[in-house]
């Protein structure tokens, strides 16, 4: 099992920017992927990235605001957003499956990752 530890939620102003962070151990080749969860709503993936390959996947609707990244030296992923607006309010989650792949199960889906963290709160105001 892998334990993720996700940091960087913060409460900012429409248009303002947050970098996500996702410290995973042990390390262990991955698809990382970001969810979020506004309330009363379902997790929906955002973006998703193979280690240490390099290979980056990504919604469209957050697809040029939203940058998935990795410092594979550190088991540390990042999620860089820009551009914020309300709508983007959330818990933010890393997730992480054993597949060395992310196209051989739907990386969109939760369900295809085992290990999760346990969050942290984007707050965007207008």
């Known amino acids: 099992q892998v334990r993720l530890v996700e940091s960087g939620g913060d409460s900012v102003q429409a248009g303002g920017s947050l970098r996500l962070s996702c410290a995973a151990s042990?390390?262990?080749?991955?698809?990382m992927a970001w969810f979020r969860q506004p309330p009363g709503q379902e997790r929906e993936g955002l973006a998703a990235?193979?280690?240490?390959?390099?290979?980056?996947y990504y919604s469209d609707h957050v697809r040029g605001r939203f940058t998935i990244s990795q410092e594979a030296a550190k088991n540390t992923w990042y999620l860089e957003m820009s551009n914020l607006t309300p709508e983007d309010t959330a818990m933010y989650y890393c997730?992480?499956?054993?597949?060395?792949?992310?196209?051989?199960?739907?990386?969109?889906?939760?369900?295809?990752?085992?290990?999760w963290g346990q969050g942290t709160q984007v707050t965007v105001s207008s």
């Open positions: 997730a992480s499956s054993g597949a060395r792949s992310c196209v051989s199960r739907p990386w969109r889906n939760p369900a295809t990752f085992p290990d």
């Open positions: 042990p390390s262990r080749r991955y698809c």
């Open positions: 990235i193979t280690t240490p390959a390099g290979m980056y």
